[in-house]
Nanobody
Framework: QVQLVQSGGGLVQPGGSLRLSCAAS????????MGWYRQAPGKQRELVAV???????NYAGSVKGRFTISRDNAKNTVNLQMSSVKPEDTAVYYC?????????WGQGTQVTVSS
């Protein structure tokens, strides 16, 4: 079965950096687009970044230029490098795989940006 296991996250000061990782199993990882979403308290889950199987990337306007999504097909991992973080980046972050009409999610990782 499809499993997405996240690591990273935690507390970071404004302006700092943080890296999230997501390890996938149970799928032919290299043929699927992968994404990162986030959900802040009281808000809907929103797309943060997506990377195609070819490595093309797309970002939400609020994170463009600060976050970088990448993938390592040899290790079946997708990463989100977060830089110049802001308090409004505080949320639970989820990695996502959309496969055959179904969404699969990681367990979620809390990121808190605070001094």
């Amino acid at each position: 079965q499809v499993q997405l296991v996240q690591s990273g996250g935690g507390l970071v000061q404004p302006g700092g950096s943080l890296r999230l990782s997501c390890a996938a199993s149970g799928i032919t990882f290299s043929i699927y687009a992968m994404g990162w979403y986030r959900q802040a308290p009281g808000k809907q889950r929103e797309l943060v970044a997506v990377i195609s199987r070819a490595g093309n990337t797309n970002y939400a306007g609020s994170v463009k230029g600060r976050f970088t999504i990448s993938r390592d097909n040899a290790k079946n991992t997708v990463n989100l490098q977060m830089s110049s973080v802001k308090p409004e980046d505080t949320a639970v972050y989820y990695c996502n795989a959309h496969i055959a009409g179904n969404d699969y999610w990681g367990q979620g990782t809390q990121v808190t940006v605070s001094s």
